[in-house]
């Protein structure tokens, strides 16, 4: 049988995504650039309003990065030197580099084998009187199974918060993710499924007491009252208003695009039997943020694939904890699923105009590879 013809399928295809919208884009960036609103103004206050509406929450305020969202809400929350923060060994580093940046201690858990998410059991077991808080980690674009890490999070007096940087739109039990605990950290990196033209971050909280405390930390400590007067000791994170403006426009079109990924996923589902997909909880409502296989074989697995015209990556070949920055913070149970799944972990191609034959495509070959 005669190979099929070659094919280039991209890992992410951004310009597919823009291209239907770049008018509105280039009309709200002539206002903003018109109106000199480049940091702060309408357009950031409005991006707001509509990102805390859409997650469910009272309030969010934009930032420069996910990853200082993340440190902003630790340091909001006042834990830091002496406080541990529990977190998965699987996940990006940012979410240890944000704990570490406010002075405490990064507390390493392993996950679920099926869904590679943190457990209630392991914050559970991790758990000590220095622990302050737990970082759920919505990996995958999958919410952690947030009912039983509520219940044991409230029952150790632990505060709850969110790594939603790859999970803008999913839900457990129907609610979303970012809405759960005390707080909620997003990442609008270009690649995410929200994505600004260039960095952006977001908080998101039901508690306006801390919403105020982070939002003047964020803006050099500065009292939200008085111009020259500060409360706290701050740092520089903001939102520029051209993202925020970008954003808006684009997070009206998010759950359309979270439905084109789970069609992606679903059909990778119907055709990759026999190749293990990092698996969705049945109460988990999941946006797909990637699409992660486990092979055999990976570096071997991943030059067929790129000699197919696939493109592929992995999220992430070192478990955070065996990076050379956090090892001295040495987990005191060994992560197992997180080492193990660490050299098969692939993700395979996903966004939402990725078409019936590029998946079908890339099945196709990940099957000649173990045929």
């Not at 499924?193 to 960095?199: I, K, Q, R, S, V």
């Amino acid at each position: 049988m005669a190979s099929p013809a070659k094919m280039n399928v991209p890992f992410l295809d951004l310009a597919s995504l823009h291209e239907p919208i770049a008018d509105e884009v280039n009309e709200v960036w002539a206002q903003v650039t018109k109106a000199n609103a480049f940091i702060g103004g309408k357009w950031c206050e409005q991006f707001e309003s509509d990102f805390a509406a859409y997650i469910g929450t009272e309030h969010a305020i934009g930032c420069a990065n996910g990853t200082d969202a993340l440190e902003l809400i630790i340091r909001g929350l006042e834990i830091g030197p002496g406080d541990e923060v529990i977190i998965p060994a699987n996940t990006f580093i940012a979410t240890a580099e944000a704990v570490v940046a406010a002075g405490a201690v990064p507390v390493f858990v392993d996950v679920d084998p099926d869904t590679m998410l943190i457990t209630a059991e392991g914050i559970e077991a991790a758990a000590t009187p220095k622990t302050a808080a737990v970082m759920v980690v919505h990996l995958y674009g999958q919410c952690a199974a947030m009912d039983s890490i509520m219940a044991v999070c409230d029952k150790l007096s632990i505060a709850v918060i969110e790594d939603t940087a790859q999970a803008h739109g999913a839900e457990w039990d129907g609610k979303r993710a970012g809405s759960w605990g005390v707080a909620a950290g997003f990442s609008f990196y270009p690649g995410k499924n929200l994505g600004a033209f260039g960095d952006g971050g977001a908080i998101t909280t039901n508690d306006g007491a801390l919403a105020e405390q982070i939002r003047s930390i964020a803006f050099h400590g500065r009292s939200l009252v008085s111009r020259y007067h500060h409360d706290n000791m701050g740092m520089n994170s903001r939102l520029d208003g051209v993202q925020a403006g970008v954003l808006s426009v684009k997070l009206k079109y998010i759950d359309e695009w979270n439905a084109g990924r789970q069609r992606a996923r679903d059909r990778y589902e119907a055709g990759l039997n026999g190749i293990p997909l990092v698996s969705v909880h049945e109460r988990s409502k999941s946006v797909h943020h990637l699409c992660v296989v486990q092979v055999d074989e990976r570096e071997a697995v991943m030059a067929h694939m790129a000699d197919r015209g696939i493109g592929v990556a992995i999220h992430y070949p070192v478990p955070c904890h065996m990076n050379k920055p956090f090892k001295e913070w040495t987990p005191k149970v060994a992560p197992v699923v997180a080492e193990t799944a660490a050299p098969r972990i692939m993700s395979l191609p996903m966004y939402p105009a990725l078409s019936d034959e590029m998946i079908d495509y890339t099945i196709e070959a990940l099957h000649d590879f173990h045929a």
